[in-house]
């Protein structure tokens, strides 16, 4: 039986002010961006420093689950991929790409509300 990995904590930590972000959104590109920030600061505090995490690491992809796209990068490295495949960290991932996947198909299918925030 292999150990598993929880960094609970740290979603728990990050997920009310995601959720603000992603609740004040005016656009998807907001969203995606709001997403990536919060990403790369929950990666760079689960793997303390040990690995650079970059903005385009981690992205919301279009399209269908999990939402998001790891770069190769990242997959290449032997730290990441051991503690990505014996923790939570996927799921906890997929669900902050889930969150900003709603709110990206709310603003679709609202544009009104973004067009209303665009100033002249």
């Not at 292999?2 to 728990?12: A, D, P, W």
């Not at 002010?17 to 505090?45: G, H, I, P």
């Not at 790891?70 to 991932?93: G, I, K, Q, Y």
Request: hydrophobic share 30%; aromatic share 10%.
């Amino acid at each position: 039986m292999t150990k598993q990995l929880s960094f609970s904590k740290y979603e728990n930590q990050a997920m009310p002010s995601f959720r603000d972000k992603t609740n004040m959104a005016e656009s998807t590109e907001d969203v995606k961006k709001f997403f990536r920030y919060t990403t790369q600061e929950l990666f760079t505090n689960i793997f303390e420093g040990q690995i650079e995490i970059t903005q385009d690491d981690i992205v919301l992809s279009n399209g269908d689950e999990p939402y998001f796209t790891v770069s190769e990068r990242l997959l290449a490295l032997d730290h990441f991929t051991s503690v990505w495949n014996s923790s939570d960290l996927p799921r906890m991932t997929g669900r902050l790409a889930k969150t900003a996947m709603n709110r990206c198909r709310h603003l679709e299918k609202h544009p009104e509300k973004t067009n209303s925030k665009i100033r002249m």
